[in-house]
């Protein structure tokens, strides 16, 4: 059974930074892409930035800069630096690994909390 567990979540202060960590148990098959989402209560869960298995990246505008993903695919592990942080990105913070075993699937973490004060 696949099982993404992530990292690293807490407290810090406005302008702070944290580095978030997932890392992937199981039968993965061979790797995709590996991303952080993210989703605040009340509203929906968005993107935040993305990796692929060639190490392409690719982020949302708002984190552009000042978050930095990068992966190793021999550990199943994505990472999510996050500098600068504003007290709006207060959010659960999600992994997510999209994978191919015969057929492509999505997996997610369980997320964690970060929490930016201002």
């Known amino acids: 059974q696949v099982q993404l567990v992530e990292s690293g979540g807490g407290l810090v202060p406005a302008g702070g930074s944290l580095r978030l960590s997932c890392s992937a148990s199981?039968?993965?098959?061979?790797?995709?892409?590996m991303g952080w989402y993210r989703q605040a209560p009340g509203k929906q869960r968005e993107f935040v930035a993305r990796i692929t298995s060639g190490f392409s990246t690719t982020y949302a505008d708002s984190v552009q800069g000042r978050f930095t993903i990068s992966g190793d695919n021999a550990k199943n592990t994505v990472y999510l630096q996050m500098n600068s942080l504003k007290p709006d990105e207060t959010c659960v913070y999600y992994c997510?690994?999209?994978?191919?075993?015969?057929?492509?699937?999505?997996?997610w973490g369980q997320g964690t909390q970060v929490t930016v004060s201002s």
């Open positions: 997510s690994m999209e994978v191919r075993r015969g057929v492509k699937r999505t997996y």
């Open positions: 199981g039968s993965l098959g061979s790797i995709i892409t």
